[in-house]
């Protein structure tokens, strides 16, 4: 009977299967990453999650450790915001560091975390690049990346959105192939406060949060003068997340000087997947 060890946690609700993988403990059972990782998410039959990270060693400068970050369907992202913050906090329980503060290498660069309260931490994301706005159905929307692309609407009724049904057609429209964007639909409530549902690619269907989402979405509700920074996102899962930014040039396509997003990071419990996790 082959085992591994495994962190099932949660950011906001968007939750992930975290794995200590420096002994390479997943290449050794002898099947493909992709297809482990989409066997282990199947949520009835298996573990079941929105994504998987395995922490890894790495020899980069200043970083305490690396990252593969894969969406339940097997492909890789380069950043997940809720992950991030997971990862800081599952690397601090598992003794990988030692200090609250740490640096980590993603597919998007180099990540700074700080664990801020017992279950709360608080990232510094890569500069987001690409802001853009986008004609599409008559609507104007917004495109941004943080790490992964994220497309940005604006909506009267956030409640009455069919976010399956736009978020696919909008994820898999021609103007954004091959890679495809993640969609966000957001009501504006106040000059700090947002309500975002998100439509995430990877995962094909709305998720509960999503932190490069609402980190996305905060942006453009301050390039567009709809909000101040210090942004509260209101996700789906009733959490909230909170963005800081500093806004450099909204007319430039890299238009942020620095973007942090803080919440929580929740450890759901620890456990031993055995082999019919994923032989089934």
């Known amino acids: 009977m082959r085992k591994i060890e495994f962190f099932k946690m949660n950011g ?24 482990f990782v989409k066997r282990i998410c199947k949520r009835g039959l298996s573990i ?3 994504g998987v990270i395995l922490i890894e060693n790495t020899d980069e400068p200043d970083c305490d450790f690396a990252w593969q970050f894969y969406n339940n369907d097997g492909s890789i992202a380069s950043m997940c915001g809720n992950g991030s913050r997971c990862a800081v906090r599952f690397a601090y329980l598992k003794g990988i560091i030692s200090d609250t503060k740490t640096t980590f290498l993603t597919g998007a660069g180099k990540i700074y975390g700080e664990i801020v309260g017992i279950n709360t931490v608080k990232v510094q994301l890569t500069k987001p690049t690409d802001y853009k706005t986008v004609e599409l159905d008559n609507q104007t929307m917004y495109f941004i990346n943080t790490g992964v692309p994220h497309l940005v609407i604006f909506v009267d009724d956030i409640e009455a959105v069919d976010v399956e049904k736009l978020g696919a057609k909008y994820r898999y429209h021609e103007i954004f192939a091959p890679a495809g964007t993640n969609v966000n639909f957001v009501k504006v409530l106040d000059d700090n406060t947002i309500a975002i549902r998100t439509y995430e690619r990877g995962v094909e269907a709305e998720t509960l949060a999503c932190g490069t989402g609402a980190t996305a979405s905060s942006l453009i509700s301050g390039l567009t003068n709809k909000a101040i920074s210090p942004v509260e996102v209101k996700t789906r899962s009733g959490k909230i997340l909170k963005v800081y930014f500093q806004i450099k ?16 990071s929740m450890l759901s419990f620890v456990g031993t997947m055995i082999d019919e996790a994923w032989d089934y």
């Open 12 to 35: 906001s609700g968007n939750d992930f299967i975290l794995i200590d993988n420096r002994e390479h403990v997943v290449e050794n059972i002898g099947l493909k990453t992709e297809e």
């Open 48 to 50: 079941g999650a929105d």
């Open 249 to 264: 040039d909204n007319k430039s396509s890299e238009p942020i000087d620095m973007v942090f997003l803080e919440g929580d």
